[in-house]
Nanobody, 124 residues
C-alpha cells in the first residue's frame, strides 16, 4: 500500500501562485508514476500533470501548460505542483495519484492510489 497526503491548497487571487505538495509513504517505488488531477462538483476528475518517479519525464495538460510545473524530490518522497498565473477556472479539489509502471497515463482510472485532496480556490 502507498499513502499519499496532499498539502498546500488555499485561497488565492487570480494571477497568484500556490505550490501543492504530495508526500508519499508506505511501499513506494522508483518505478511509480505520479500525477495530479483536479475535480469540480459534478465533473469527472481532470488530468493536470504527470511525472515519472525514476526518470523525471513530465507532461502537463494543455489547459495548464506554461503555468503549472510538476516536479519531484526523490529524497523526500514528495511530488510538487507549482501553480503560477492562477485563474478562477483553476478552482477545484486537487488530488495526487500514483500508479505502478513508468507510462505517463492521463486516465484517472489507471491510477491505483489517491490522496484525500486539497482545495484550491482562485478568486477573481
Amino acid at each position: 500500500q502507498v499513502q499519499l497526503v496532499e498539502s498546500g491548497g488555499g485561497l488565492v487571487q487570480a494571477g497568484g501562485s500556490l505550490r501543492l505538495s504530495c508526500a508519499a509513504s508506505g511501499r513506494t517505488s522508483s518505478s511509480y508514476t505520479m500525477a495530479w488531477f483536479r475535480q469540480t462538483p459534478g465533473e469527472e476528475r481532470e488530468f493536470v500533470a504527470v511525472i515519472s518517479w525514476s526518470s523525471g519525464v513530465m507532461r502537463a495538460a494543455d489547459s495548464v501548460k506554461g503555468r503549472f510545473t510538476i516536479s519531484r524530490d526523490n529524497a523526500k518522497n514528495t511530488v510538487y505542483l507549482q501553480m503560477n498565473s492562477l485563474k478562477p477556472e483553476d478552482t477545484a479539489v486537487y488530488y495526487c495519484a500514483a500508479k505502478t509502471g513508468p507510462a505517463s497515463i492521463s486516465t484517472a482510472a489507471r491510477y491505483d492510489y489517491w490522496g484525500q485532496g486539497t482545495q484550491v480556490t482562485v478568486s477573481s
